[in-house]
């Protein structure tokens, strides 16, 4: 386990966090440049080594209901693993992260374009918006009703 030293001094070399004090001795880093409300990335850095890393964006760690990530048992590359991952995570919009770019025909060779952009998804008749939704499954549904079939 690293110490509580070789921790920060690992989460200090990432220059896009900002060291905050909270209570008891322990650290917060945040990151500003967040696109999202969340902006803690390392949450309760204690000087007995435990502290959290935000990865609830992360499939490849178990994070508890908040989104959290124990690091205690951490060594120097998962902690700098999942630091960057945890950034990489709040960087990205979720276009960025999932993007959706398809193709939709119907019997008579006319075609439309089903596109994540933000937070929806959008579909194009050529440059022109035919429909803005909220999810996949919402578009999917207006595409088939309208008679289209994904290539």
């Known amino acids: 386990m690293l110490t509580f030293e070789e921790k920060l001094s690992i989460i200090e070399e990432f220059q896009e966090l900002t060291k905050k004090e909270i209570s008891l001795g322990r650290l917060n880093f945040h990151f500003e440049e967040s696109l999202y409300e969340k902006k803690i990335v390392v949450y309760h850095l204690h000087p007995n080594g435990n502290g959290f890393v935000y990865g609830g964006q992360l499939d490849q760690y178990a994070a508890d209901n908040r989104g959290m990530v124990n690091i ?29 770019l398809e193709e939709w025909l119907n019997d008579d060779d ?10 929806g998804y959008n579909v194009y008749a050529g440059e022109d918006l035919e429909g803005t939704f909220n999810t996949y499954k919402e578009a999917a549904n207006f595409l088939d009703q309208e008679g289209f079939q994904p290539l």
């Open 110 to 119: 006319q075609s439309l374009v089903l596109m994540r952009e933000d937070d």
């Open 72 to 100: 205690r048992n951490f060594d120097q590359d998962e902690l700098r693993s999942i630091i960057q991952a945890s950034i990489e995570s709040l960087s990205l919009s979720p276009a960025e992260k999932a993007p959706v």
